[in-house]
């Protein structure tokens, strides 16, 4: 078969325009779906109440009013309860496709999160030292996830074929270190 033919499934041949291609060297098939279910006039589906309040607050909510919607995935919805940041970590904790049981960890952390909490609310001598303790779980796993986050983040700059980065670190201070350490290669940023 000749390189930059366009294939589809049993090698029967197509125009050009087709979405798959054949590498002969290698005899691998690929490429990219050009075309979605849906036609390019459907929308994504706003699902957020805090985005459909935002649309209806900014007058768009009106003009998007008649434009056809795609479907929603299952994983969306716009239930109260519903946290994009709590699915993405089950989605993390999960293995080999078993999210009931990702959901249950991360449920039973939430539970042991809140129990520690309120133990510590009631031992608590004074009315604001029980008032400063926060016993609700999703507030103190963004939290958690925030105190994660680094402030700065190493942008590798390539020059004359060396990286200026130092090696990936995951713990936050050794990355703030190394930022500070490579304060002195910044001017090759601007080359």
């Given at each position: 078969?000749?390189t ?8 029967f ?14 005899g ?14 459907y929308?994504?589906?706003v ?7 935002e649309?209806?607050r900014s007058?768009?909510?009106k ?11 299952n ?20 293995k080999t496709g ?12 939430f ?11 009631n031992?608590?001598e ?5 008032e400063?303790?926060?016993?609700d ?6 939290q958690?996830?925030e105190n994660?986050r680094?402030?700065l983040?190493?942008v ?5 074929g060396v ?6 670190v ?10 500070e350490?490579?304060?002195?290669y ?6």
């Amino acid at each position: 078969m000749a390189t930059g033919v366009r294939v589809l499934f049993n090698d029967f041949r197509v125009p050009l325009r087709s979405w798959l291609t054949v590498n002969s060297a290698w005899g691998q098939v690929t490429g990219r779906a050009r075309y979605s279910q849906y036609p390019p006039a459907y929308i994504k589906p706003v699902y957020l109440p805090a985005k459909l309040e935002e649309l209806e607050r900014s007058g768009d909510a009106k003009q998007l009013e008649y434009t056809p919607v795609r479907a929603a995935y299952n994983t969306h919805t716009s239930s109260v309860f519903h946290d994009p940041l709590v699915r993405k970590f089950t989605n993390h904790i999960m293995k080999t496709g078993n999210k009931c049981l990702a959901r249950e960890l991360v449920e039973k952390a939430f539970q042991e999160v809140k129990r520690v909490q309120l133990q510590k609310r009631n031992t608590a001598e004074t009315e604001e030292e029980k008032e400063a303790i926060v016993c609700d779980p999703l507030k103190i796993f963004k939290q958690a996830v925030e105190n994660g986050r680094p402030v700065l983040q190493l942008v590798p700059i390539k020059r004359g074929g060396v990286k200026y980065q130092g090696r990936v670190v995951k713990k936050k201070q050794d990355l703030h270190r190394q930022c500070e350490a490579n304060r002195a290669y910044a001017h090759y940023r601007w080359s």
